[in-house]
């Protein structure tokens, strides 16, 4: 398989009557030849409103199976695929859309409202569900009488297969081109390490506009298994779907760990079936890792990586999850790199890689990392170099070889000339008795620049300002401890999980010269 259409093509070859795909929502399924042959009629439906080479055509829904027979329909004749955040305002959606140049839009009809809302250089609107009185085609009746012979449109897998779009929380999001390359090199250089195989059941329930949820759904039809698809992350229909189908993989942010730990059922679930588990997209406290460890009772790999990497580019290893061992303090890393793959740590300032344990900016080179950025030279030359390094903008340190995230490089905290991290404090205050969850932001301050502030969310209303910094003090250097504590029920993520530290850090320093986007 050298490119994304080749996926659906192979298995309906070797395979075509084993299940590919159930939609846990309304329990439709698809063996791997109707999921092929639905992906030739979506081709031809394309090919019929003029999609051709490297155009793109655009998915705006929340999880439905539909999304991979258009994604493959795509890429049988070379086109991109745009998945966009549904949880996005209106306008936002505007842009990607216009930005994209996408030609046709498929829609769920739950976001058929937004459309009042914004203006469109759109082509066409395919619907899934009801379209009402808007006089849009269905997706059924769009693709209805289409031929199911495959296109066989002869791709480069130099080519842009699909298109995700950054979170925007440094300015405008920006469209990242994956490759059919990027994504060849992420399923061969994952499956091994993870076992996956044609006998895995991997249940997929990350947002499909993010590649923890497509990627993560490609990987997995790539390896022949059976994918249960959720409609969105919910936490009680992930632990009836575990038992329910056999689960034995999946990926999970950590936020979403620390949600499925918190529930009352937890405990009396069967999580036997579940034989590795994938976690990254944003820091992990030890004490959510290790209760997880415990629980599920199967491998943990921990991943890094980005949309620009195509997903994760570093794995720590089940053999290197050893709370209460020898190898403890390799829980805070995030592993070594994947086949092909290289990173280092280098200092922005400079642009000279540091020594191993200090602090810098993480680099990364390999198969893996994006073309760049869709109509966006600029952007795409200061993120990677004429050696192919893209530069991250995530801080971190090398030890033994193994990678360890602080932060973003934004998220860091100068006080006093000393550089703080806020990770390190997040996960000092996750193991107060009382903390559900917390987040560290630098504040405005007039003697030190700016100062730590905790932002917690508690069970114990009895926690005080007082007990949190009392145990930071015994945890941390006092530089790094909060001055201040602010109480929050809930702590603003993004949908890969991220704490939305821009939002939090505004009220603190509207009018001031530190940026905070």
């Not at 009042?116 to 379209?131: F, K, T």
């Not at 849009?136 to 009746?141: A, D, K, M, V, W």
């Not at 995030?334 to 200092?347: A, N, R, S, T, Y």
Request: glycine share 10%; proline share 5%.
């Amino acid at each position: 398989m050298k490119t994304l259409a080749d996926i659906s093509r192979f298995h309906r070859q070797r395979r075509p009557d084993k299940r590919a795909m159930l939609f846990t929502d309304d329990d439709r399924q698809w063996s791997f030849e109707a999921l092929d042959i639905e992906a030739c009629q979506c081709a031809n439906a394309l090919a019929a409103l003029g999609v051709g080479n490297q155009d793109r055509v655009a998915y705006l829904d929340k999880n439905q199976p539909e999304y991979f027979t258009y994604l493959f329909g795509g890429a049988k004749l070379n086109a991109v695929s745009v998945a966009v955040n549904w949880r996005l305002a209106p306008t936002e959606m505007e842009y990607i859309l216009n930005h994209s140049e996408a030609k046709v839009l498929l829609i769920g009809e739950d976001f058929l409202p937004h459309l009042a809302q914004i203006n469109l250089d759109l082509e066409h609107i395919i619907v899934l569900g009801d379209p009402g009185d808007s006089g849009y085609l269905t997706y059924q009746q769009w693709l209805s009488g289409q031929s199911s012979v495959d296109p066989q449109y002869a791709a480069d897998p130099a080519d842009t297969c699909y298109q995700l779009y950054t979170s925007g929380t440094t300015g405008l999001p920006k469209g990242v081109e994956t490759t059919h390359n990027n994504l060849m090199a992420m399923m061969q250089g994952g499956l091994g390490p993870l076992e996956f195989d044609d006998s895995a059941v991997n249940l997929v329930c990350m947002p499909l506009f993010h590649i923890s949820g497509s990627g993560w759904g490609v990987v997995g039809l790539y390896a022949g298994a059976d994918s249960i698809l959720l409609k969105e992350p919910d936490m009680q229909e992930i632990l009836r779907a575990i038992p329910a189908y056999g689960v034995s993989h999946s990926v999970f942010v950590p936020a979403v760990l620390q949600f499925l730990l918190a529930q009352p059922n937890i405990n009396d679930v069967d999580l036997s079936s579940m034989r590795s588990i994938a976690y990254g997209a944003s820091p992990i406290t030890e004490q959510v890792l290790v209760s997880a460890m415990e629980t599920f009772g199967s491998n943990f790999f921990q991943v890094y990586g980005l949309t620009e990497s195509t997903g994760g580019v570093t794995m720590l290893l089940p053999q290197d999850h050893d709370p209460g061992g020898p190898r403890a303090h390799l829980l805070r890393s995030c592993g070594k790199p994947v086949v092909g793959h290289e990173l280092k740590i280098v200092d922005a300032d400079s642009g000279q890689e540091v020594t191993e344990g200090r602090v810098g900016e993480i680099w990364l080179k390999g198969p893996q990392i994006m073309r760049g950025y869709w109509r966006n030279d600029q952007a795409t030359s200061d993120s990677i170099d004429a050696e192919g390094w893209f530069k991250s903008g995530d801080a971190g340190y090398l030890l033994e070889g193994y990678l360890f995230i602080h932060d973003r490089v934004k998220d860091m905290i100068i006080s006093g000339g000393e550089n703080i991290y806020p990770a390190e404090i997040e996960n000092a205050l996750m193991k107060l008795d009382g903390v559900s969850d917390a987040a560290v932001i630098g504040v405005p301050d007039d003697r030190w620049g700016e100062t730590v502030k905790a932002i917690i969310t508690r069970v114990d209303e009895g926690l005080s300002e007082e007990d949190v910094i009392s145990h930071c003090r015994k945890n941390l250097a006092h530089y790094k401890c909060p001055s201040s504590v602010e109480w929050m029920q809930e702590i603003p993520r993004n949908p890969s999980g991220k704490i939305l530290k821009t939002e939090l850090r505004k009220p603190y320093w509207q009018g001031r010269e530190r940026n905070v986007s």
